[in-house]
């Protein structure tokens, strides 16, 4: 028996347990200090009224033989992808109930979506990024090449005449730059990979923290993406549904063949996700659910706008902030994992240093929104007060 | 861009679909028969009173600021994974909590294992056999050989001296044809293994039918599996969790460097099963929770032992129906599917074709316990007044 080499070549994922390490370290050392923790990328504002009334709701069907449900249908249940078709429509776009497929998690589908094509195929990824599309590639002994994201860029790269790629990542808004395509520049991309017979996986997982309505919140507002694009969507960060998992992915139906390679994967490899999880997505669509999303969402929101006013009054290069939960900023002349220590110990607030998202993350540094008002607020004064 | 060719090398998944399809022309022709299924492998019991009190609670939880739980630990909560570890210790298995990687359902892990390991490898399936063995492996482009279970080895195939293989797939009880292996014949398959440098997955998902106390419920209860088995267990079967989904693997610390590599792989694929899913499945384990479901299980048992001692009325050769939720029978002197339209026309009972299930199903067939009794004692009736 032979083991998958390729796992081999994958660098630890320490960047978080470091930080974890070197927070409990200072903790310790200094048992008075009130850290406050705007390093995560977890939500922290509980699940809405109407996803957990229809989550109770489900919980009892199961418990009686007249709406007990077994298996369900492989793409998730009709209620939750119409529910999804309905609010791609909300906003211009045409998808068929058949593109959608229901998972437990964006994460799942990005990852499993590699299962469908050749392991010989290259890559491209921007530099910072999302660690798991490095990762499930280096698993896949694929071909990797990364595309800078840099400050001369804004941290929203473009393709170029040169550029060849079979496989091609984005993430807008991006975690970790917080930085959005707008629909040209998008554009750029699908007018590029249509050309060269690539697709794009695009990651629309904080689609819904967009609020300029000139910039897209799907792919698909774009001519021609549905010949050459999938999009993941999640309801972790829009909804608060880390810990109850449910994802989306859209597939056209015009994207060669790839949706019914995908339904083989998904029948095959999957059996649907939990009917009491989808029943608390589809409250989520409803028009009660997505009012209390987007009341939470505006917490969120509020706390982004302070941390993006509190870098510009400091004259800190940022990105992100107004249409996304991150705010990535340069370190003030020092590598991230100094300015990580410095935030630490002067103003003991805790965040994510940029060099652990990639070569080009380097000297730079991530805040995040997922904090409550009173202690980003809070948070923010300290670090005036340190960089000021 | 390429996809994955494998793909192309797949069989239509028709068994299902061709079923469907003959049971509602027959019944379209004949609207006024009353057919009986004891086709589907499904459940149809609603789930345990203990399961639903912890699912609304959980859900209620994550509506509340103080007991809210986003992204939770990628093997399980602990509450979870040391039940158990509990569940295995009352039957003389000890386990680490280490060992214990909870997931959305044992199919997706059964086929995602495939992932840590290299595509060269040769699979041994047995034939006829659950279709996901051998579908993720044409999937992956790995080489498949087929060992056959037939009468003659009572469905139960054992190693022989000639044979090798990288990875072996059993399945006790299995399905579709309900034999068990016992403890000795388990043996042979883990010296075989431990000889060779392979390793077992071994699929429990129906373990909990097992009543005979001298049949082995998990292969770790054989000396020496520690060091050459993996072994996937599911709530689907034994508490009705087909539509809540959730399952269990263990990975043994001693196997090679599996259990790391399997961490690696959920950790980056994966985000952790549903909270409120796993406090639903961490009541199953308790001692309420277990009474409940053993009385739901009883309800199955008492349907598949009257279905046994029918068909042994008859003359006609069978496994499982004892240990085992199915029944696999020789269909007398006829192929599978003219077997399927005899029951279908004559007794209106609609059951599987084992050819279905593989070469050696042919002339075989599949009947499952999964109905109530009453529906259950009328096929029966029937199958003895066309087949007596």
Not at 257 to 285: C, D, E, H, P
Not at 344 to 360: D, E, I, M, Q
Request: aromatic letters at 12%; glycine letters at 10%; one cysteine or more.
């Amino acid at each position: 028996m032979k083991i998958n080499k390729n796992y081999a070549k994958m660098k630890d994922g320490y960047l978080f347990a470091e930080v974890a390490k070197r927070t409990a370290e200072y903790q310790k050392a200094n048992p008075d200090k009130k850290i406050i923790r705007l390093g995560i990328g977890d939500v922290t504002i509980p699940l809405c009224k109407a996803a957990v009334e229809a989550g109770v709701s489900a919980v009892r069907e199961q418990g009686e033989a007249d709406t007990f449900r077994g298996y369900g249908p492989y793409r998730g249940y009709e209620f939750l992808t119409n529910a999804v078709v309905d609010y791609y429509k909300k906003r211009g776009v045409t998808i068929d109930e058949s593109e959608v497929f229901v998972s437990e998690g964006a994460k799942n589908d990005v990852a499993n979506i590699l299962d469908i094509f050749d392991a010989g195929n290259t890559a491209l990824i921007p530099d910072p990024v999302y660690p798991v599309y490095y990762d499930t590639n280096v698993m896949n002994g694929a071909k990797i090449k990364l595309i800078d994201a840099n400050k001369s860029n804004g941290f929203l790269p473009l393709p170029h005449k040169k550029l060849k790629a079979d496989i091609i990542y984005l993430c807008s808004p991006n975690n970790p730059t917080g930085a959005v395509y707008n629909k040209e520049q998008l554009k750029a991309w699908v007018d590029f990979v249509r050309g060269a017979g690539a697709v794009i996986l695009f990651d629309a997982a904080y689609e819904f923290y967009v609020r300029d309505p000139s910039l897209p919140r799907s792919i698909y507002e774009v001519d021609g993406a549905k010949e050459c694009a999938i999009e993941f969507c999640s309801l972790s960060k829009t909804a608060g549904f880390t810990g109850v998992r449910c994802g989306y992915t859209v597939v056209p139906r015009s994207l060669y063949n790839l949706n019914a390679l995908w339904l083989r994967r998904q029948s095959t490899k999957f059996n649907g996700a939990s009917y009491i999880v989808q029943r608390m997505a589809a409250a989520v669509f409803g028009p009660e659910g997505q009012k209390q999303i987007a009341d939470n969402i505006g917490v969120y929101m509020k706390n982004a706008a302070l941390i993006s006013e509190t870098l510009s009054d400091l004259g800190i290069f940022h990105t992100g902030g107004a249409n996304s939960p991150y705010i990535w900023l340069e370190c003030p002349g020092q590598k991230s994992w100094d300015f990580f220590d410095l935030l630490l110990s002067r103003a003991n607030v805790v965040g994510t240093p940029g060099a652990g998202f990639g070569k080009c993350g380097e000297g730079f540094f991530r805040l995040t929104a997922f904090n409550n008002f009173a202690e980003t607020k809070q948070a923010t004064e300290r670090i005036k007060a340190v960089l000021g």
